[in-house]
């Protein structure tokens, strides 16, 4: 039997320069037969990095006018765009301290983090979207954490309020906020599901990029997953059992925000 492209839901997935993007995107690309992929990115050269396929949309998420081709169409969205740091040139470890940051103008959190991301979620709703995934951050629930100093940025604080926009919107949703990101193999770890930043007493906060991915491409495919905010993150490699039934982890999670 032929299979049509109607019984594959066409997802696309914003921020997919990104380092985690690229592999949510990837992992999309690998399941043709589940999935139809798209992904946005915001250069030519960001394209071009990824592969330049013709399902890579350009786009400024600051504009909401900018969205609507992509969206269009989609059945699913997942969110992995953020505003980024840089580091203040001139910074020498070997002399102590702290490296300062800052964020480009027109690059700030809330400029990315909160207007960028209320302008995908009012896209994607106009558009009919059925589902948008959004991965946000742990630490949200804490107003004084680290990272809001970072360039003055208030990083947590922007996502946080995307996050909350995105619960009240009415479609349906899975927010993830995951602990500190790591470029490690995915798949091998056991994974644990937190709620309200508790992970952060403890000693597992962080996660490979690679399962954040995983568990993002999940989420499209469990009813479990709808409606419900969690912090992820995963125990350390060789301890515990890698987590494949992903039905069975959404179901341990009862928050919805």
């Known amino acids: 039997m032929a299979d049509s492209a109607a019984s594959r839901p066409t997802v696309l997935v914003t921020g997919a320069g990104g380092r985690t ?9 690998d399941r043709s037969e589940q999935f139809v992929a798209r992904g946005l990115v915001r250069t030519e050269e960001s394209k071009q990095k990824i592969g330049g396929a013709d399902d890579v949309y350009i786009a400024d998420i600051r504009d909401a ?45 809330e ?19 059925k589902h948008i995934v959004l991965v946000g951050s742990m630490g949200g629930t804490n107003p004084n954490h680290p990272l809001n100093s970072l360039g003055n940025g208030n990083i947590l604080v922007w ?15 899975t927010i993830i906020r995951p602990g500190g990101l790591q470029d490690k193999d995915g798949g091998v770890r056991e994974l ?43 125990k350390p490699e060789g301890v ?7 039905r069975a982890l959404f179901s341990q999670i009862t928050a919805r925000f």
Request: glycine share 8%; aromatic share 10%.
């Open 111 to 129: 400029q990315v983090d909160w207007i960028g991301q209320k302008n995908q979620i009012d896209a994607a709703k106009a558009a009919g979207v």
């Open 240 to 246: 515990g059992t890698p987590t494949k039934d992903f």
């Open 192 to 234: 644990i599901v937190g709620k309200d930043d508790e992970l952060l007493q403890t000693d597992t906060k962080s996660i490979p990029r690679a399962d954040v991915a995983e568990v993002c491409v999940q989420a499209l495919q469990y009813e479990e997953a709808k409606f419900k905010a969690f912090d992820l993150a995963s």
């Open 21 to 29: 993007g690229h592999i949510v995107y990837n992992k999309l690309k």
């Open 65 to 109: 006018d900018h969205l609507a081709p992509a969206v269009q169409g989609a059945d699913a969205l997942i969110i992995l765009t953020s505003a980024v740091p840089k580091m203040k040139p001139g910074f020498d470890p070997s002399k102590g301290g702290r490296p300062e940051f800052y964020y480009e103008d027109g690059m700030y959190p």
């Open 159 to 173: 996502k946080r309020k995307a996050e909350q926009y995105l619960a009240d919107s009415g479609v349906a949703y």
